[in-house]
């Protein structure tokens, strides 16, 4: 049986988390769904008995590259890529199919958004687990999520007949729907959450770029042409701003053949912001969701997260999102996630970039 | 002519500005008023051309003497006496006056708390000096505020006949009355608000102590005696506690003989709760009083103060208050300041002492 690698996509430098997240410091690095790890330390870990932490590839920016390091220290250090740019997620997976092809050319890859949550960690090894072997036979997979409620948050997947214990074919993408939409997704019962995850062979999916971009596929096969006898980064940071920039879904799943789809609920969650991470977090009988050294008087409702030995009192306020760190404070009411994106560009028309 | 002093009642470890007031840095020290002044040090320099910084006499507590000092370095280190424990403002002043009568018997005392904001100097000026010559001749003297608004935060002065150039005979004193009262002095005209500023010679004062609360007479009548030889201190210390502690309105002025009032505008104002310092801070065209480094959207009417190299962003929010401070932070509608006591409380509870 051939190996399966895994192939994180750690490129994210969001801004839907500031003040916790920063430039230097993005989402992935940061412990949003309750313990200590990081979710990017929890999508690997939640790897475990499925792939060996030397065949987990994470593809980040050079900037973050140092602390990928250290936050994976069971990762063999090359095993992290570092992009010399973002060029959305098509690049990625094309330069991380081309590092997994040098290593063994009919491997398995998933490639997996560093960021989600998920509850049951069993339910999804086990999708996993079908996820994978539904791309051994060179089928283009995705997981897909039994949706709960009408999110218009998440892309959609119509699933079309069953094609094995299990799986069955895509019949189409669709992008984040409006509520009506949403709702007859829902009613209609065929259709699942998009999760992102995606498997396939690296040689199928190399043959795949060779079809839709060939200008990505003429980069990937160099970098495994060179991978042969040594590293590829010097070629990668010559080349890699001149490539399409285009995701995934977009330039390669939605035109591609044989797709599949395997369907799960493992609760997953993508967490895109502190209204989802309040959505998410364990809460006290007043509803207030709690990281922080507290006072609270009268107050529901309200996401709290503080830094270690800072008192955070709260008087008669509810629904509001409070995150303290050392040198930046937002405060915002829960259903204004949205417009922290209006600081964050407040703060770069400001040239106030010590606090992104 | 005798000698002018003033006796400044620095005692407060009010909880009412938590958490940047603390037990270790009380109201006094800060500046609640615009600028970079305390409130302390605008109470002393505002006393310029009236009354020199070496007789000047700052009371406080023996935890608050040397912040004291430091923030009032023109006056001489023994002019700020060191209560050892707070036993209201009567056995305050009456130590005071045997420091004042040790160095001139007849000289004149403006007792004057720390605090009030004074938004016309000169005009203030104009009335302390009113207060001081009618107080030359053995009076007992108040300044009362022409109210501005039916206000519920104050005592009031009802006043009788003139007495000569702007001054009047004292009618009675009022506590702070509900609204329907505050209104009906307010149409009234006769009322003034208590100011808590007292002018008396220092023999007039101690003869009333020695009429009214002789115990406390005994004591500074005891140390009017050793300041004759040396320092007091020891013997402050020793007898402290057992005074009647009750307050200089309470205990001598609302039975004195001889009462009277100097009327004055001088944009004279309490500054008795967050609510307060948003009321007197400079705003900005949303009505948001800024004393922070920050990035507003959507927000209005909220008093927003931080520290140095600290951003504070808040985001579709009005109305709040938000003080941070180094270790805590405190966010509330402006209309709840009273409830800051309720956080103390907590704080107090829990033995979280180090955040008081």
């Known amino acids: 049986m051939d190996e399966v690698f895994a192939v994180i996509m750690a490129g994210g430098s969001g801004t839907r988390f500031w003040p916790l997240?920063?430039?230097?410091?993005?989402?992935?690095?940061?412990?949003?769904a309750g313990g200590n790890e990081s979710l990017l330390q929890q999508t690997v870990r939640r790897l475990a008995g499925v792939v060996p932490s030397n065949r987990v590839i994470v593809v980040t920016s050079e900037q973050h590259a140092q602390a990928t390091r250290e936050q994976l220290p069971d990762l063999p250090p090359d095993n992290v890529l570092a992009e010399p740019q973002g060029r959305n997620t098509a690049p990625c997976v094309a330069w991380a199919a081309a590092h997994v092809s040098a290593r063994s050319a009919k491997a398995v890859m998933a490639v997996l958004p560093a960021d989600p949550h998920i509850g049951d960690e069993p339910a999804y090894r086990k999708v996993l687990q079908q996820a994978i072997e539904a791309a051994r036979d060179g089928g283009m997979v995705?997981?897909?999520?039994?949706?709960?409620?009408p999110e218009t948050g998440y892309g959609y997947i119509e699933v079309g007949e069953p094609l094995g214990a299990g799986v069955r074919r895509v019949q189409h993408f669709f992008e984040k729907p409006d509520l009506p939409r949403a709702q007859r997704f829902l009613a209609d019962g065929n259709f699942l959450w998009n999760s992102g995850m995606f498997f396939f062979r690296a040689d199928v999916v190399l043959g795949e770029f060779e079809r839709q971009l060939p200008d990505i596929y003429a980069f990937a096969n160099e970098c495994r042409k060179r991978l042969k006898t040594g590293p590829d980064l010097e070629f990668v940071r010559a080349s890699y701003a001149g490539l399409t920039s285009i995701s995934i879904d977009h330039g390669i799943m939605e035109k591609a053949g044989d797709l599949r789809v395997v369907p799960g609920s493992f609760g997953w969650y993508d967490i895109g912001s502190w209204t989802t991470a309040y959505e998410l977090a364990p809460k006290d009988a007043?509803?207030?969701?709690?990281?922080?050294?507290?006072?609270?008087?009268?107050s529901e409702g309200c996401y709290v997260r503080g830094e270690p030995g800072k008192l955070i009192a709260l008087i008669g306020v509810h629904d509001l999102v409070v995150v303290d760190t050392e040198d930046a404070l937002l405060i915002m009411p829960r259903d204004r996630a949205q417009d922290v994106r209006r600081v964050v560009e407040d703060l770069k028309a400001k040239k106030?970039?010590?606090f992104l």
């Open 352 to 354: 106030a970039k010590h």
């Open 21 to 32: 997240s920063r430039s230097a410091w993005p989402k992935q690095f940061l412990a949003l």
């Open 286 to 298: 007043q509803k207030n969701a709690v990281r922080a050294e507290v006072s609270l008087v009268e």
């Open 142 to 149: 995705t997981i897909g999520v039994t949706p709960t409620r």
